[in-house]
């Protein structure tokens, strides 16, 4: 058995102690493209969307499914999850999702749904589960705490990670000249975080004052005798996101900022 494989039965254990300690008849999880959207489908299903809204069905004691738009999304999810390619289907997503809860917890007069975040459900996504009938649960806090103690998988993804970040920012000092613009600059780290395995990215800095106050890459020219904050964002190759922010002084005698 693979550390993934592993893994993900270690997740489908922790959902079940879920459903369990708040009696739920199943989970829904909705991940749309975005970086902040996306941790209930990935979680679960260790597959970040491109485009679109994914949602993953999960009803107790089976395997989950994921339901995704296009057919790229179907192709990709297929070689990248960690599901039973099976259970990666193509469709209306919304359209599925209210299909099999139809079809799994029908028997149930009133099935108990937990939902993750559902103050960021669309309005139009949240009436069509009222509709179903079923008694939807906000069980954000608790999936919260039980994800909170980290497996030694998640731990070293996590410094792999982080040890990357560092690499992009070795690379920065390796590479960084006065007169070069922010552009150039960011865009070279996020080429070389690419060609590491970084996804989702947001790289991030800034070469004027204030220097705290980062933001997306502009034109702006590095000066001789000034700084540079630099900043990456991202999952790892993994998906494990992490974080880094560190001020390049250009010259000795800096800014004193």
């Known amino acids: 058995m693979t550390d993934r494989t592993r893994e993900y039965e270690r997740r489908l254990a922790l959902f079940d102690r879920l459903m369990e300690e708040l009696s739920l008849n199943a989970v829904l999880l909705t991940s749309e493209a975005r970086n902040t959207g996306q941790l209930g489908v990935k979680y679960l299903a260790d597959y970040s969307i491109n485009a679109r809204r994914s949602f993953a069905f999960l009803k107790r004691g089976e395997q989950p499914w994921l339901f995704l738009a296009s057919q790229d999304e179907v192709f990709s999810a297929r070689r990248r999850s960690w599901l039973p390619q099976e259970r990666i289907i193509q469709g209306d997503p919304l359209a599925c999702t209210l299909r099999a809860l139809h079809e799994g917890l029908g028997n149930i007069e009133q099935p108990r749904v937990g939902l993750y975040e559902p103050g960021e459900l ?116 993994e998906g494990y996101w992490t974080q880094m922010a560190r001020p390049i002084f250009m010259t000795r005698e800096a800014e004193p900022e």
Not at 142 to 167: G, H, N, P, W
Not at 190 to 203: F, K, M
Request: hydrophobic letters at 40%; aromatic letters at 8%.
């Open 122 to 237: 669309p309005v139009s996504v949240w009436r069509a589960l009222e509709d179903t009938g079923a008694e939807l649960v906000d069980m954000t806090q608790r999936f919260t705490e039980l994800r909170a103690s980290k497996s030694d998988y998640e731990i070293e993804q996590t410094r792999d990670a982080s040890r990357l970040a560092v690499a992009s920012f070795e690379w920065v000092l390796e590479n960084i000249r006065p007169g070069m613009t922010e552009r150039e600059v960011l865009g070279g780290a996020q080429g070389y975080l690419i060609a590491h395995g970084g996804s989702e990215l947001l790289v991030m800095g800034r070469c004027e004052k204030v220097h705290s106050f980062i933001g997306k890459p502009t034109g702006a020219v590095l000066p001789a005798n000034g700084m540079f904050t630099y900043s990456c964002e991202f999952s790892g190759s």
